[in-house]
T-cell receptor, first 112, second 112 residues
Framework: QQQVKQSPQSLIVQKGGISIINCAYE??????FPWYQQFPGKGPALLIA?????SEKKEGRFTISFNKSAKQFSLHIMDSQPGDSATYFC???????????FGSGTRLLVRP | ETGVTQTPRHLVMGMTNKKSLKCEQH?????MYWYKQSAKKPLELMFV???????ENNSVPSRFSPECPNSSHLFLHLHTLQPEDSALYLC???????????FGPGTRLLVL
């Protein structure tokens, strides 16, 4: 019930392409869905987040798509750049909880 | 990322040693967290402190002992660890449970 399933485990994209990472959850009480980006030797940093009252949120080249009925959300990186190469984690939490449940991560490599 | 600092950045210890990890946040937040990040596994929440009070202990073995003397400092005391405890230990802070968590760079721990 608490799990967040993330796919794919790794992703290789050419520069300029679209990177798509998917996450699915079971707990319908989740109402906050952030994406974190982690570079080697660094801690994760918040990239973008969404709440279930909207189906899409866009910030620059990064877009979250949210499907409440399917209990799925995804991260789209448009015009992917080599500097986007990192590990991406989706996460989810409930309103009343300090507890973020993380997906297992996706290692993205953007080739020049 | 300089908002949350962690020391040491790397630590090698034997199974009989006692060591401590330190985390300091300079963001004025009231909540602090310890996470464990192992290869190919999701980030695992270990402990949560809110206003110096522990609000979450995610079934962590007693060989890990947290301490939060004030809202800016968090320690993780380690004793009689096992090799499987080798991982990256991340500290994070947030203004409250629903706000963005800011992560430190982590301490890479190796237990021999």
């Amino acid at each position: 019930q608490q799990q967040v399933k993330q796919s794919p485990q790794s992703l290789i994209v050419q520069k300029g392409g679209i990177s798509i990472i998917n996450c699915a959850y079971e707990n319908t009480a989740f109402d906050y869905f952030p994406w974190y980006q982690q570079f080697p030797g660094k801690g994760p940093a918040l990239l973008i987040a969404i709440r279930p009252d909207v189906s899409e949120k866009k910030e620059g080249r990064f877009t979250i798509s949210f499907n409440k009925s399917a209990k799925q959300f995804s991260l789209h990186i448009m015009d992917s750049q080599p500097g986007d190469s990192a590990t991406y984690f989706c996460a989810a939490s409930e309103d009343s909880s300090y507890k973020l449940i993380f997906g297992s991560g996706t290692r993205l490599l953007v080739r020049p | 990322e300089t908002g949350v600092t962690q020391t040491p950045r790397h630590l090698v210890m034997g199974m009989t040693n006692k060591k401590s990890l330190k985390c300091e946040q300079h963001l004025g937040h009231n909540a602090m967290y310890w996470y464990k990040q192992s290869a190919k596994k999701p980030l695992e929440l270990m402990f949560v402190y809110n206003f110096k009070e522990q609000t979450e202990n995610n079934s962590v073995p007693s060989r890990f002992s947290p301490e939060c003397p004030n809202s800016s400092h968090l320690f993780l005391h380690l004793h009689t660890l096992q090799p499987e405890d080798s991982a990256l230990y991340l500290c994070a802070s947030s203004q409250d449970g629903r706000e963005t968590q800011y992560f430190g760079p982590g301490t890479r721990l190796l237990v021999l």
